[in-house]
């Protein structure tokens, strides 16, 4: 059934919502064909300065503890991290400095003593697939985004980021606002001294993040409802294949 248009009388087409399940049922297929025949916008780091950021991948952000949601989304958000990490980690060994990804772990410093981020909890820890190794960088947070009140901006325009990958928890609160910040601030984005603009890559990666349930929506909903928010919009959404295939080459 084709979607109606504003035409006529509103109130009757607002009413009538025949449509919106024939468009719920379609649309969701077609757009992951849609992505799937997508060209993979993502560089290899051999010839695209590369960053992975991890964001507040803690232990208190698992539904164990019942603070954020009794459920989470990516049941391979884990063992994604770890993937991605050791690829990278294995690419670093035998790149030049120069080629090599710049690895940057975020974690959340709560200021509420209630939440199992704060500093009395052992909740605040890393999570085992996520634990920095000698060399990366580690950046304290307090807010929602990863760019407030720290040096995150300046390390990565130092190290002339050009290519910014990111995943880590919660997509619907720091992981979306660390990314939409991102974009803002145009992190990756480069211009001339003759005006000329260069954009770079901000990437998304979509299975390496997770969020809790909420509202009365499952995990799983508020996480790809969130996603779909940021893509395009904010970043390019990628799978952890993706960068496993074409960065870490």
């Keep these: 059934m084709a979607r109606p248009t504003l035409q006529g009388n509103f109130t009757s087409l607002v009413s009538d919502h025949s449509w919106e399940s024939s468009v719920a049922t379609i649309d969701a297929p077609k757009r992951a064909a849609i992505r799937k025949m997508t ?3 993502l560089q290899p780091a051999s010839s695209c300065r590369t960053a992975l950021l991890l964001i507040d991948v803690q232990q208190g952000l698992n539904s164990s503890h019942g603070f954020y949601g009794a459920e989470r989304s990516t049941p391979d958000f884990e063992s994604n991290v770890s993937a991605l990490l050791s690829a990278a980690r294995k690419y670093n060994s035998a790149a030049p400095p120069s080629e090599s990804v710049f690895i940057v772990h975020v974690f959340h410093k709560s200021t509420n003593p209630r939440s199992p981020l704060h500093p ?3 909740g605040m820890n890393f999570m085992p697939c996520a ?3 000698a060399g990366e960088v580690v950046v304290s947070k307090s807010t929602h985004s990863a760019f407030v009140n720290t040096q995150l901006e300046k390390i990565l325009r130092e190290q002339d980021v050009r290519q910014l990958i990111i995943g880590g928890v919660t997509t619907d609160h720091c992981v979306s606002t660390s990314t939409r910040m991102a974009s803002d601030l145009g992190i990756v984005d480069r211009q001339s001294d003759d005006g000329e603009s260069s954009r770079g890559i901000l990437a998304l990666i979509s299975d390496a993040t997770a969020c809790f ?7 799983e909903t508020v996480h790809a409802v969130n996603i779909a928010s940021l893509e395009e919009e904010f970043a390019q959404v990628v799978a952890t294949r993706d ?5 870490f080459c």
């Excluded at 349930?213 to 995990?219: E, H, L, Q, R, S």
């Design 243 to 247: 960068v496993l295939q074409t960065v």
């Design 213 to 219: 349930n909420k509202g009365g929506f499952d995990a």
């Design 120 to 122: 009395s909890s052992a």
């Design 131 to 133: 634990l920095p190794s």
């Design 39 to 41: 060209a993979n916008p």
